[in-house]
């Protein structure tokens, strides 16, 4: 009702992201390298957006994708470029930086294996995070709030990071090119529950109750042997139904009662 109250000015601005939450409320922008000028990227924290409470610059940035932990208190933000100058990718080249929304932590999450970034997921508690990276097969590495490497998930052929809503599960899943290769991981005693294969899987989620997941094969990403699976959090199936016809959606609910834990689809 009061119109513009506030502006953030900056040079060639390209994208930005407002943090999640309650106030104070964040706002992440970033703006490519322009010929010898690095790409910049800028945090301010509303109602003061004239003096960035962070800024980070670099080359080999042309665009930027922001990541907030669920609670707000941090971004990471997964910069690219569309060519690798190295040779070394030809899916070009990508970095990853944190900033704590106090802007007194930041800098380069140092990945140890070269390659793209495939996939990163903040902990529902937003105090740790795991990052799937490098060339196949590819590395998953989970961080703590500080940056630091806590636990190595090895190596395998995933894309696909996942946090059961709960956040003590874990998928580590390889889809789209990879054809289903799953991994299940209790992450509170770092330890792999299980491997499997969920091949031709276009859609998946996690049931609420963080107990179960659905895949699913839909219309029209593939069009033949549409259907749905369902598994329990240690790689149990529990159903896997084919659908004589297209399928278009799936969803998973759990039911809450004394007398059933069903999960319908």
Sequence with gaps: GKGVISKVSQDKLKSFSISPGSAPYRIATFAPEVKDQPA????????NLTDPVATKKMFRASDAEFLWSPTGSAVLIRTSTDVDASGGSY???SKLTFISSDGKNEGTVALSKDGPVH???????GKEFVVVYGLMPSKATLFDF???????????????VSWAPHGRFLL?????????HLELWDNNKKKQLCTTRVPDTTNWSWSPCSRFLLFSTLFPRLRVDNGFRVFKYDG????NEKIDGEL????G???NSSHSQDLVC
């Design 40 to 47: 910049v990227m800028k945090l301010f924290s509303y109602p």
């Design 91 to 93: 899916y070009g080249e």
């Design 146 to 160: 500080k940056c630091n490497a806590v636990f190595d998930y090895g190596t395998g052929s995933r894309n696909t």
């Design 236 to 239: 149990t199936p529990v159903c």
């Design 172 to 180: 580590l899943g390889g889809f789209g090119n990879i054809s289903g």
């Design 119 to 125: 996939d990163i997921a903040w902990s529902p508690s």
């Design 248 to 251: 278009y959606r799936s969803e």
């Design 253 to 255: 609910t759990r039911l």
